[in-house]
Structure formats: C-alpha cells, structure tokens
Nanobody
C-alpha cells in the first residue's frame, strides 16, 4: 500500500479543513489507519485512528469533539474532518497504515493563522 495525503492549506482560526489520504495497492480495507501530525520543533504525535471497518475510532484528547476520522473502503481513502481549528493545530499531517504504523504518506501542511 502507498499513501498520498491531500487537502491541507491555510485556514483562519475557527475554520475547517478536510484531509484525504488516498491508498494505492492492495489491502487498504484490511488495515488499521491513522493520522499523525508534527509541528515545527516537536515530535510526531498521534491524532486519530480508525479500525479496518470503521467500527472503532480513537482520538487524542486535544482534538476530541473537533476532528472526525473516517474511511471509505470502496474508494481506498481515509479522511480527517477538522473543525474549529486552532493555531496549535498547525503541523504537517501524515496518514499511516498498519498495526505498527509501518506505512506512511509524505504529509500535507496545515496552517491555522489569521
């Protein structure tokens, strides 16, 4: 599986963005999928994950109630809907696959600023 993120950009505080992660190759529908982010000077951190069938999700506390992870296995695509964005959400966002996060995309930049 190869992963390509898109949908990042510049948004004002309080705004919304939807990130997509398109997967090519076999097996997307069997993988645990997740989103991570890395802000300048910080380590990469976990944001959210979703089980292979979408039946189970987890979020880091700082995004609960604002971000929603979802997937469409018919389109081999993972999503992250981000609402009520804050400046501290500014980071490069990565999607990842596998129970040990062995597969990564190249990342997409999200900047929250007025």
């Amino acid at each position: 599986v190869q992963l390509v993120e898109s949908g990042g950009g510049l948004v004002q505080p309080g705004g919304s963005l939807r990130l997509s992660c398109a997967a090519s190759g076999r097996g997307f529908s069997t993988y645990l999928m997740g989103w991570f982010r890395q802000a300048p000077g910080n380590e990469r951190e976990f944001v959210a994950q979703i089980s292979w069938n979408g039946g189970s999700t987890k979020y880091t506390d700082s995004v609960k109630g604002r971000f929603t992870i979802s997937r469409d296995n018919t389109k081999n695509t993972l999503y992250l809907q981000m609402n009520t964005l804050k400046p501290e959400d500014t980071a490069i966002y990565y999607c990842a696959a596998g129970s040990n996060w062995s597969i990564w995309g190249q990342g997409t930049q999200v900047t929250v600023s007025s």
